[in-house]
């Protein structure tokens, strides 16, 4: 469908979408996509529009307003826009991008998390792969095909898995959480210290537990309980090992330790669980 917009070339093409039931429910859906090619008058404020507008710069250069502030774009930036409150972005020398609107039963939840970690603005590291999922997801509507929606909830969660990973090589600051994490569960039956943790995070314990509380959203020391927690309902369940031994496997001090935790955190004695139905 063609654009009757202030700054949109005639070359550019818009495609709507009404996502199923199912969709609304379970995916990442789009409302709307385009392929936009605008000259130095692009610009839009709205004050709503229920959605998270997601924005790859294929070319020139732009901006959109976030928290106030002017974040400039540029070839292979993407951003995020939260449409569900006023809003701005544009172009004042003229850029092509890619674009769409979509939703999720959790999205501002899930966008509150990406712009937390990134800003909602990412200089690509493979913009080719991101190019080509945009362009993929928007050709199945420039094709006239039956838009597949797991298909475009599998190209968005790869969009937007950029927000949410390192956008730097060789960072100083140490291992990342990710790694961490990986780290404490391929170690549970060990003694870990957060003073360990720290300093392969290459911070000091304060802002160590501090970050890691606010990017995780456990302390370190709640994770690993956590974590062991769950490796304990594995064994439970698919084991008839003793306690006492599930006990060890997974690094508890003592029985009472683990029994205090599980309780306190499953809400049942690991016996009962064992024998239960629960997960």
């Known amino acids: 469908m063609k654009v009757n917009e ?34 130095s008058h692009y610009r839009v404020k709205r004050s709503q529009y229920n959605s998270i507008l997601l924005i790859l710069v294929v070319r020139g250069s732009g901006y959109v307003i976030k928290a106030g502030k002017r974040v400039a774009l540029k070839e292979g930036s993407m951003a995020l826009v ?11 020398s003229g850029w092509k991008i890619l674009w769409c609107h979509f939703q999720s039963s959790q999205i501002l939840e899930w966008y509150k998390r990406a712009d937390s970690q990134s800003g909602g603005v990412v200089q690509l590291l493979d913009f080719n792969a991101a190019l080509q999922s ?28 950029e927000f949410l990973r390192p956008q730097s090589q060789g960072s100083n600051s140490g291992q990342t ?9 391929e170690n549970l039956d060990k003694r870990i210290k957060v003073e360990e943790l720290a300093d392969m995070a290459g911070l000091s314990v304060y802002h160590f537990i501090r970050e890691f509380k606010k990017d995780i959203g456990y302390t ?7 974590a062991r927690i769950n490796a304990a309902k594995f064994y439970l369940k698919t084991t008839r090992n003793p306690i006492k031994t599930i006990v060890s496997d ?10 205090n935790s599980f309780k306190r955190i499953v809400g049942t004695t690991p016996a009962v669980f064992r024998e239960s139905g629960a997960e």
């Open 250 to 259: 997974c690094g508890f001090s003592s029985d009472s330790a683990f029994s």
């Open 6 to 39: 202030t700054g949109v070339l005639e070359s550019s093409e818009v495609f709507f979408s009404t996502p199923s039931a199912a969709a609304q429910s379970i995916f990442f859906h789009l409302l709307c996509c385009g392929n936009f090619d605008c000259n």
């Open 82 to 92: 939260d449409c569900f409150q006023p809003h701005e972005y544009g172009s004042t």
């Open 134 to 161: 945009m362009k993929q997801m928007i050709g199945q509507f420039k094709r006239q095909e039956e838009a597949n929606e797991a298909v475009t909830h599998l190209h968005l969660t790869r969009l937007l898995t």
């Open 177 to 185: 959480f990710e790694s961490l994490i990986a780290y404490i569960n």
């Open 220 to 226: 370190p020391h709640e994770y690993l309980i956590h």
